[in-house]
């Protein structure tokens, strides 16, 4: 059982950025970032495989955002560029129990509480 805890969401305004961070409770594998936006359904944002060698970003977010992780740590972190509106929405971090990079929310078993974003424009 992994526990993950999300942190670093806030006010942020467009154009500027903002960093998340997730702390979990042990060893992880694959790991990534969805977000929740009022009114919309939890979209993929970015995963890292187990290494740490691969990173795939949904296309919104390419260029724009970065992830990565720090496994002496536990912890993955989103780097958040240049943000926008629709930006805004609560951040999940999740964790798979498999090494790869994957974009469907079901190849994940563990997720946290999420942290909210909100971009003023």
């Known amino acids: 059982q992994v526990q993950l805890v999300e942190s670093g969401g806030g006010l942020v305004q467009a154009g500027g950025s903002l960093r998340l961070s997730c702390a979990a409770s042990g060893r992880t594998f694959g790991m990534c970032w969805f977000r929740q936006a009022p009114g919309n359904e939890r979209e993929f944002v970015a995963a890292?495989?187990?290494?740490?060698?691969?990173?795939i970003y949904a296309e919104i977010v390419q260029g724009r955002f970065t992830i990565s992780r720090d496994d002496a740590k536990n912890m993955v972190y989103l780097r958040m560029n240049n943000v926008n509106a629709e930006d805004t929405a609560v951040y999940y971090c999740?964790?798979?129990?498999?090494?790869?990079?994957?974009?469907?929310?079901?190849?994940?078993?563990?997720w946290g509480q999420g942290t909210q974003v909100t971009v003023s424009s």
């Open positions: 999740a964790a798979s129990d498999y090494a790869g990079t994957y974009r469907d929310p079901k190849r994940y078993r563990y």
């Open positions: 890292i495989s187990g290494s740490g060698g691969a990173e």
